[in-house]
């Protein structure tokens, strides 16, 4: 982060605003996670991660920012919402793989998993709705509509 951008965030006076930085980036990462949402069944070529884990470990990384916050129950409670997610990641497999002989020897096309690929879409995106409704509880998202100064 910027100088200039650092003091925008704190309103210029110079006084370090921790919320506000942690709010910066937890919007910096959102963007993230809807820049990998564009389709998130894609390979990013720099790390060879499939986008939508990606996704996951960037709700995960929201997710202690906002947890020092959080009471031990909302806390457990995304926690094992988190657990379910992963292991639904490294179980639904977004490929398969046939194998079949042919003249010219065997091929092992791949062919897209629409069912995973439909329900690690869903769960993704109930494990974000989950995040951002507590963040929203402990008023540690954007404005909603209903406060002053949201969407209206």
């Keep these: 982060m910027n100088v200039k951008m650092a003091e925008e965030i704190s309103g210029g006076d110079g006084v370090y605003n921790q919320a506000a930085f942690q709010q910066a980036r937890i919007n910096e990462i959102f963007k993230k996670i809807d820049d990998c949402s564009i389709d998130m069944f894609a390979m990013e070529p720099m790390s060879g991660n499939w986008l939508y884990e990606l996704i996951f470990n960037n709700l995960n990384t929201v997710l202690s920012i906002v947890s020092p916050k959080l009471t031990d129950d909302e806390l ?5 919402f988190k657990d379910i997610v992963r292991s639904n990641i490294e179980i639904r497999k977004i490929y398969d793989f046939n194998s079949s002989i042919n003249f010219s020897g065997s ?3 791949p062919t897209p998993n629409l069912k995973n690929r439909n329900k690690i879409t869903d769960i993704l995106f109930e ?3 989950q995040i ?3 963040m929203d509880i402990h008023n540690l998202s954007n404005p909603s509509r209903e406060s002053e100064g949201g969407w209206d």
Excluded: N
């Design 107 to 109: 091929s092992g096309a």
């Design 76 to 80: 457990s409670t995304l926690i094992k």
């Design 127 to 129: 494990y974000r709705i």
């Design 132 to 134: 951002e409704k507590v």
